[in-house]
DNA sequence: CAGTATCCGGTCTGATACTG
DNA sequence: CAGTATCAGACCGGATACTG
């Protein structure tokens, strides 16, 4: 088992996974980034789909944006009216492992026995993927084998 | 990109996604959590670190031994009186993995160009690890090869 | 549709103090 | 140390209404 310690080695003002916490460690932000991963866009169908208040809604919305995960683009379907979308950034993407590894988790720990609803696959050979760590040469490596560093 | 969807293909209330975000996706929580991957264990130890109020740190870590996400165990230094400690179970152990993939996230998006202070590495190879998918071989699947699959 | 405005009750935050 | 008690203020959640 780890030992205990009476501090964490990296404060949390120099953190970036404070940082990102932060940023996004909220209940309604994280919902709204799943159902953005699912292509979710536009601020009814966020609100239908979650039943958040409009005005949390709104803020939180503003706040992904400022912080560069999510986009405001115009989106217009020919006849009609051009209407605003909320679309993933780069970084935004990037969010997706992470919630792909949450929900393994919510499998395995917040499942309460029940099959998982969904499960990620390989496109071609439709083998079942599961988050991991690799080194550089694309090899898993088991959490065991794995060690922080710090950055003197 | 990802096409529009007007909703999510798994519906809330059976989403353990959903699930582990009530659970655990909440700021102090998550913060918690961090320390406690780190090796803090203690009331006081959480409180000096975080800056958290002692009434919602007790709140939280309630809650987090509720979920089974730590466990409240007594330990006894030798000439000192028994103390209280929270210890990730196993559950808690398994979060290990997703705040890893939001670190590197953080690095990647939230670090205003700073070069990270942590890394993660191979014990004995000292290779840099990252997260990513692998199938059931452990070979390393490119995010853009994952599908999600739904259970019929 | 995509918001903003408003209201209300509740929880959270933050600070400080107190107890075993 | 490890909490509970208390308190003021902010923010949130939920509902409803209004506007372009």
Same mark, same amino acid.
């Given at each position: ?5 009476? @501090?964490? &080695?990296? /404060? ?6 404070? @940082?990102?916490?932060?940023? =996004?460690? +909220?209940? $309604? ?5 799943? #159902? ?15 039943? =958040? ?18 986009? %405001?683009?115009?989106? %217009?379907?020919?006849? @009609?009216?051009?209407? &605003? ?5 780069? #970084?935004?993407?990037?969010?997706? /492992? ?6 393994? $988790?919510? +499998? ?8 998982? &609803? =969904?499960?990620?696959?390989? #496109? %071609? ?5 599961? &988050?991991?760590?690799? +080194? ?5 490596? /088991? ?10």
């Amino acid at each position: 088992m780890i030992p205990r310690a009476r @501090k964490s &080695p990296v /404060p949390l003002d120099t953190c970036h996974l404070a @940082k990102a916490i932060e940023m =996004i460690g +909220d209940r $309604w932000t994280l919902l709204i980034l799943r #159902a953005s991963l699912f292509g979710v866009r536009r601020f009814d169908d966020f609100q239908k789909e979650l039943g =958040i208040p409009r005005t949390v809604l709104s803020g939180r919305l503003a706040n992904l944006v400022e912080n560069g995960v999510l986009e %405001k683009q115009t989106y %217009k379907e020919d006849g @009609k009216r051009a209407r &605003p979308e909320y679309i993933l950034t780069e #970084a935004g993407e990037g969010l997706r /492992p992470v919630l792909m590894a949450l929900t393994q $988790w919510g +499998d395995d720990f917040a499942s309460d026995g029940a099959l998982p &609803p =969904i499960t990620f696959t390989h #496109a %071609k050979s439709r083998q079942k993927v599961r &988050p991991a760590f690799v +080194d550089e040469d694309g090899r898993e490596t /088991p959490l065991s084998e794995t060690r922080v560093s710090l950055r003197r």
